[in-house]
């Protein structure tokens, strides 16, 4: 069972529009201008791991219920509210209450590990009646704080009887913990926040990398379905699966919630009949979730044996609903950056495999896969129960020239501007930021249980100001310069793109527009459609 990766994706080099146009089919170009420039919360002498990078946006999503508003997210505190009409910015919540600082959290990590801080944010289906929201945030438990939100400076927030969780407890030694808090603004027609919060879970994390994630609801589901309000988590291995030591098998195991995709009702008076009530009786469980009859695993998992899940979307097909499916985009270690159709109770074989092929414990890969292709199902670090045969990515990419360091956000594009892209992925790299398209129909074909077919990835081309790009890297290097930038290289680790990242994600507004995200320069650019 010998795969290769396609052939465009071994020969890509510099010359990459001229191999394209060999094959026969020229590359997408889209046109990208600069939609809003985010308030420089880094450092410009570029000094550090990640607070060189001039803001660090991690996601946008459009408000529901029409009022034209984006909330932005920047790993370093602020949650934003972006007037699409007059890009007007407002801070709504800030999280950083770090010694020095203002905000809400005084144990908030947030200057290393290039995803902590504010992770994520994501409004609830039913937000235009109850204004209610949620948000990730990462913590160190080390700091000698409270881990209460301190509203001096939000006088709106009521803290009366707010109190955090215990722990949800991560084989091995502890350096994080990821925080989800449910928020309810009662007046959501203006740009302050007045109301509740409500802390949902808090999980431990091995160290400061690959956090608690990305937070999803599916789209598709309206009040009265068994779907409605429910919500999916994406938990990255808080670094545990590349580790020589016992925490290595931490996403395979079933009793601890990392490396995983959960899938919680965050309400209590929600679907009574068909959930239980969580351990920290906060939030519910879904009895038809994969394990809650597992003796000894956690309850909340929905899927499992994923790296870092950083990014999920829920792909909605209108024309055929039995093609709407949960993607998750995950970050490999050496070999394989990831798309993967997530599946009830499937195993995606991480730290025993990366991509389609076996990761070794001392992380090397073989890329012969066994004849008999099953891994025990992990329970604990003593149980097994089973095996199981994995379930593999419909999309990989290699850390090679034309490849990357690490994937970013997805999104099935649903958008008017740019037709060619309807029916498809659009996806990028985030430090080379390479953008590529992937047709969904493949992508649903490659969903097949066999681990040597994938949907072909397209090369997406960048026009900005007056000129085409091969990728975002270039763009980001001049903006970041034009914004201030001291450092030589861009910031941040990468090997793919050479030095420094670009750090660039894709992302859709509530009409299904893209755009273009990247932390080096802190700029928000909106795609305004393709050029011939
Ligand atoms: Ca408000
Ligand atoms: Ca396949």
């Not at 302050?192 to 431990?204: D, I, K, N, P, Y």
């Not at 879904?286 to 792909?315: L, Q």
Request: net charge neutral; proline share 7%.
């Amino acid at each position: 069972m010998s795969w290769r990766p396609p052939l465009r994706m071994a020969c890509l080099v510099a010359a990459l529009p001229v191999l394209w146009a060999a094959a026969g089919s020229s590359p997408l170009t889209l046109e990208i201008r600069d939609y809003a420039a985010m308030p420089i919360t880094g450092k410009v002498d570029g000094k550090g791991q990640t607070d060189g990078m001039l803001a660090r946006v991690n996601s946008l999503r459009e408000e529901p219920g029409g009022a034209n508003r984006l909330f932005v997210n920047d790993l370093n505190g602020p949650l934003y509210i972006l007037d699409k009409n007059t890009k007007t910015l407002t801070t709504y919540l800030d999280f950083n209450g770090r010694e020095g600082h203002t905000g809400l959290f005084r144990k908030f990590a947030y200057e290393t590990g290039y995803a902590n801080g504010l992770v994520s944010v994501q409004f609830d289906p039913d937000y235009r009646r109850n204004g209610t929201f949620y948000t990730v945030h990462i913590e160190d438990p080390a700091v000698g704080a409270s881990n209460l939100p301190d509203n001096t400076n939000l006088p709106g927030l009521k803290t009366t009887g707010y109190e955090a969780t215990p722990p949800i407890a991560t084989p091995g030694d502890i350096q994080r913990e990821g925080v989800l808090i449910e928020w309810t603004d009662t007046k959501i027609s203006n740009s302050t926040f007045e109301g509740s919060a409500r802390e949902l879970m808090r999980v431990q994390l091995n160290t400061r990398i690959h956090p608690l994630g990305d937070l999803a609801f599916n789209p598709a589901a309206r009040p009265g379905d068994s779907e409605w309000r429910v919500l999916y988590i994406g938990c990255g291995d808080g670094g545990s699966g590349e580790s020589r030591t016992p925490i290595r098998s931490n996403p395979q195991r079933l009793d601890t919630l990392v490396g995983k995709v959960l899938r919680i009702v965050p309400d209590l008076r929600d679907h009574e009949a068909s959930t239980i009530v969580s351990d920290n009786g906060r939030y519910r469980i879904p009895k038809d979730n994969p394990f809650v009859s597992t003796e000894g695993a956690r309850k909340e998992i929905w899927a499992y044996g994923f790296r870092n899940p950083h990014r999920m979307h829920w792909a909605i097909d209108a024309a055929n609903p039995a093609n709407n499916r949960l993607i998750a985009n995950s970050i490999g270690l050496h070999t394989w950056e990831t798309v993967n159709i997530v599946r009830k109770g499937a195993n995606y074989g991480y730290s025993a495999r990366e991509g389609n092929e076996v990761l070794r414990p001392d992380n090397q890969i073989v890329k012969q896969l066994p004849d008999v292709d099953e891994i025990p199902v992990r329970v604990s670090g003593t149980v097994t129960n089973g095996t199981i045969v994995p379930t593999y990515p419909v999309i990989q990419y290699g850390h090679v020239p034309g490849g990357g360091d690490a994937i970013g956000s997805g999104f099935l594009y649903q958008g008017k501007l740019v037709p060619a892209l309807r029916g498809k992925y659009i996806f990028t790299d985030i430090s080379t930021g390479r953008v590529w398209w992937a047709d969904y129909k493949e992508m649903l074909a490659a969903d097949d249980g066999n681990p040597g077919t994938m949907a072909a990835m397209h090369e997406v081309n960048l026009f900005w100001e007056k000129q085409v790009y091969p990728t975002m890297f270039p763009i980001v290097q001049a903006s970041y310069r034009l914004r201030g930038g001291k450092n030589p290289i861009l910031p941040g680790r990468a090997l793919v793109s050479g030095e420094g990242r670009a750090d660039a994600h894709v992302a859709v507004d509530g009409t299904g527009e893209l755009y273009i995200f990247t932390k080096s320069d802190g700029v928000i650019r909106s795609v305004l459609g393709a050029r011939r």
